[in-house]
């Protein structure tokens, strides 16, 4: 197992994180499609777009204020439950992990309309997408994102997956994480990501 530690990260931006800290990470970057080995811990996933891959005609989800490319930081596995950063991060590349992956369906609003993505409700209400459409995002995913992983168990500063996740929103500013105030607070296109997922379920509705 390879840590990297805070010093050693790809992008001047990342030296903003606390120096106390000493985070240490699973792994470095990796193309989605060429991941091999998820841990099966509790933690997070820090995902961004590769390098000149424009996202959405209008606007530039790939250019946070820090331009480290950072368009996404994820949970792996809440406090009190099984759930883990594989079993969190493996459905962000199953053709029907949409219902069930806030990441999927924030790729899926920013693609919508260049790629006239026809989204529906399935039988649980939840945003999903016919066949084609379901690999057109898995493809986006894999082949324009990449990933590295860090876990609770080799962070011991942290109490959480939690805590790991507002710290690292807040030091990384994710441009698609939407979730809470506190995404509010560090995500510039906060707004945007919103307005696009309601424009998504809108369409999805009818």
């Known amino acids: 197992m390879k840590f990297l530690v805070l010093t050693n990260i790809m992008t001047m931006s990342f030296k903003i994180l606390s120096a106390s800290q000493k985070l240490k990470f699973y792994s470095d970057f990796l193309k989605i499609n060429d991941i091999k080995k998820i841990p099966k811990k509790k933690g997070c996933y820090i995902i961004r777009i590769l390098d000149g891959i424009k996202m959405h005609p209008k606007l530039s989800f790939e250019k946070n204020i820090l331009s480290n490319r950072i368009i996404y930081v994820g949970l792996g596995g809440k406090k ?3 759930s883990t950063i594989k079993s969190r991060f493996t459905k962000h590349r199953q053709d029907s992990g949409t219902p069930n992956s806030t990441f999927r369906r924030s790729i899926s609003a ?4 260049e790629n006239q993505l026809n989204p529906f409700l399935n039988d649980s209400d939840k945003i999903d997408h ?12 894999k082949h324009n ?3 590295r992983f860090i876990t609770i168990n080799n962070n011991k500063n942290f109490d959480s997956a939690e805590d790991l996740e507002k710290y690292l929103v807040e030091h990384l500013k994710p441009t698609l994480n939407c979730k809470d105030s506190h ?11 919103l307005e696009l997922r309601k424009e998504q379920r809108n369409k999805a509705a009818l």
């Open 80 to 82: 009190g439950t099984n």
């Open 110 to 113: 920013v693609l919508m309309e």
């Open 130 to 141: 016919c066949e084609k459409e379901r690999k057109i995002i898995t493809d986006f995913i």
């Open 145 to 147: 994102c990449e990933c």
């Open 183 to 193: 995404d509010k607070e560090h995500n510039e296109y906060f707004d945007d990501i």
